[in-house]
């Protein structure tokens, strides 16, 4: 399974920014839809936290205290991709931003390479 981030930049604060993760590689037993799917994000000298997830087929989400209501997860099982929605940007929502791809809640599953996201004015 590969994962591919794309959408990262320099917003300002209150800005919007649409992160995308497209994956690949999947087999027909284990398709797409049937992993759960999550944003990670990692600031400089702090470690990697849970931001967003969507469950499989079932599209449950939940999100971290820190960004409930600001940001939404989605995902296209048809375009095997899935999106984070960042909206009211922070300049504490500073950091790299990771995509999963778990078949099992607990397992590493699988990792993007990481997209920027830095806001600042």
């Known amino acids: 399974v590969q994962l591919v981030e794309s959408g990262g930049g320099l917003m300002q604060p209150g800005g919007s920014l649409r992160l995308s993760c497209a994956a690949s590689?999947?087999?027909?037993?284990?398709?797409?839809?049937?992993?759960?799917m999550s944003w990670f994000r990692q600031a400089p000298g702090k470690e990697r936290e849970l931001v967003a997830r969507?469950?499989?087929?079932?599209?449950?989400?939940n999100y971290a205290d820190s960004v409930k209501g600001r940001f939404t997860i989605s995902r296209d099982n048809a375009r095997n991709t899935v999106f984070l929605q960042m909206n009211s940007l922070k300049a504490e929502d500073t950091a790299v931003y990771y995509c999963?791809?778990?078949?099992?809640?607990?397992?590493?599953?699988?990792w993007g390479q990481g997209t920027q996201v830095t806001v600042s004015s």
């Open positions: 999963n791809a778990v078949l099992f809640l607990g397992s590493r599953g699988h």
């Open positions: 590689g999947f087999t027909s037993g284990f398709p797409f839809s049937s992993y759960h």
């Open positions: 969507i469950t499989n087929a079932g599209g449950r989400t």
